[in-house]
C-alpha cells in the first residue's frame, strides 16, 4: 500500500469513527473540526464514503450508512433511530398509539427505539428487549419478508416455542396473510390486551431492513381504526424506504462542499 493510499484510508476512518461515535448527527464543518482536516477535503472523502453506502447524508448531517449497518448492530441502532425518529414521533400523534422500530437478529427482532403517547405509558416500550417471531406484529411482519430459505430458522423457533405452525390460527397462516396484505396485524387473541399493526421496510433487493410497528390496547383496533393505521403506517414505512434507499440512486453527490 503506497502512503498516498493509506492516507486516503486514515481520513475516511477517522471520518467514519467519528460519525459512529456522535452523541446526535454532525454537520460536514462539525466533522472536519473534529477530525482536524480541511472542510474540502472532508467533503470529498464524506462524498465518495457515502456513495459506497458507508455513510447516510440527511438533511445536511451525516449517520452510519447501510453498509456499516451490515457490520455493526450498535451502529444500526443509532443511525436508524435517528433516521426515523420524525417519522415515528409523526406516526405516533397521527394514530395516538404507541409506535415502535425493529430490527430482525438471529433470535428474533430487537426494539431499538419507541415512542409513547401518555395515554398508553402503563404499556413498557421494551426498548433493547429481543422478540419472539410469534408474539407480535413486528416480528411477523419482518420474517414474512423473508424468502423461504432465510425464513425457516425463525419457523423453527415458533415450532419449538410450541406455538402452532399448521392451521388456520397457525403462524404460516399469519406469514401468509402478511405477504398478501403487506401488514402484520396481531388483535383479538384471548390471553392479550395489547394489539399490533406493522409493516416492514425493504431494501432495493427486497428484503427486510427494519419494520414500524403501531402498538395500542386491542379494544382500540376495531376494524375502522385498523385500516385507518394501516393507511398512516404505509406513508411512514414508505418515507422510511425513501430515505434509507436513496443513496442506490446511482447518481454520485456533487462536490460542492455545501452543508445545505
Known amino acids: 500500500m503506497t502512503k498516498g493510499s493509506a492516507s486516503a484510508v486514515d481520513k475516511a476512518l477517522?471520518?467514519?469513527?467519528?460519525?459512529?461515535?456522535a452523541r446526535s448527527p454532525m454537520t460536514l464543518s462539525?466533522?472536519?473540526?473534529?477530525?482536524?482536516?480541511?472542510?474540502?477535503?472532508?467533503?470529498?472523502?464524506l462524498a465518495e464514503l457515502?456513495?459506497?453506502?458507508?455513510?447516510?447524508?440527511?438533511?445536511?448531517?451525516?449517520?452510519?450508512?447501510?453498509?456499516?449497518?451490515?457490520?455493526?448492530?450498535?451502529?444500526?441502532?443509532?443511525?436508524?433511530?435517528a433516521l426515523c425518529l420524525p417519522t415515528m414521533r409523526d406516526l405516533s400523534q397521527s394514530t395516538d398509539m404507541m409506535v415502535n422500530l425493529q430490527v430482525l437478529e438471529r433470535d428474533g427482532t430487537r426494539i431499538i427505539a419507541a415512542l409513547r403517547p401518555?395515554?398508553?405509558?402503563?404499556?413498557?416500550?421494551?426498548?433493547?428487549?429481543?422478540?419472539?417471531?410469534?408474539r407480535f406484529a413486528g416480528p411477523l411482519a419482518l420474517v414474512a419478508a423473508l424468502e423461504d430459505t432465510a425464513r425457516a430458522p425463525y419457523l423453527a423457533m415458533v415450532e419449538q416455542s410450541g406455538y402452532p405452525l399448521e392451521g388456520p390460527q397457525g403462524f404460516l397462516a399469519d406469514v401468509e396473510e402478511t405477504r398478501t396484505?403487506?401488514?402484520a396485524v396481531v388483535h383479538?387473541?384471548?390471553?392479550?390486551?395489547?394489539?399490533?399493526?406493522?409493516?416492514?421496510?425493504?431494501?432495493?433487493?427486497?428484503?427486510?431492513l427494519c419494520a414500524l410497528t403501531v402498538i395500542g390496547f386491542?379494544?382500540?383496533?376495531?376494524?375502522?381504526?385498523?385500516?385507518?393505521?394501516?393507511?398512516?403506517?404505509?406513508?411512514?414505512?414508505?418515507?422510511?424506504?425513501?430515505l434509507?434507499?436513496?443513496?442506490?440512486?446511482g447518481k454520485r453527490p456533487t462536490d460542492s462542499g455545501e452543508d445545505a
Open 244 to 249: 434509507l434507499t436513496h443513496h442506490t440512486s
Open 14 to 21: 477517522d471520518l467514519l469513527e467519528a460519525i459512529a461515535q
Open 50 to 81: 457515502t456513495h459506497r453506502g458507508w455513510v447516510f447524508r440527511h438533511d445536511g448531517r451525516y449517520l452510519p450508512g447501510p453498509s456499516a449497518l451490515h457490520v455493526s448492530h450498535e451502529a444500526a441502532a443509532n443511525s436508524l433511530a
Open 181 to 183: 396484505t403487506g401488514f
Open 118 to 134: 401518555e395515554r398508553l405509558k402503563m404499556i413498557t416500550r421494551m426498548v433493547g428487549d429481543l422478540l419472539p417471531p410469534h
Open 30 to 45: 462539525e466533522l472536519a473540526e473534529e477530525v482536524g482536516m480541511l472542510r474540502p477535503t472532508a467533503h470529498r472523502v
Open 218 to 242: 386491542d379494544s382500540d383496533f376495531d376494524d375502522v381504526t385498523t385500516r385507518t393505521v394501516e393507511d398512516h403506517l404505509l406513508r411512514a414505512t414508505d418515507e422510511v424506504q425513501a
Open 188 to 208: 383479538r387473541r384471548s390471553q392479550d390486551i395489547i394489539g399490533s399493526v406493522s409493516r416492514a421496510v425493504l431494501s432495493r433487493k427486497g428484503s427486510p
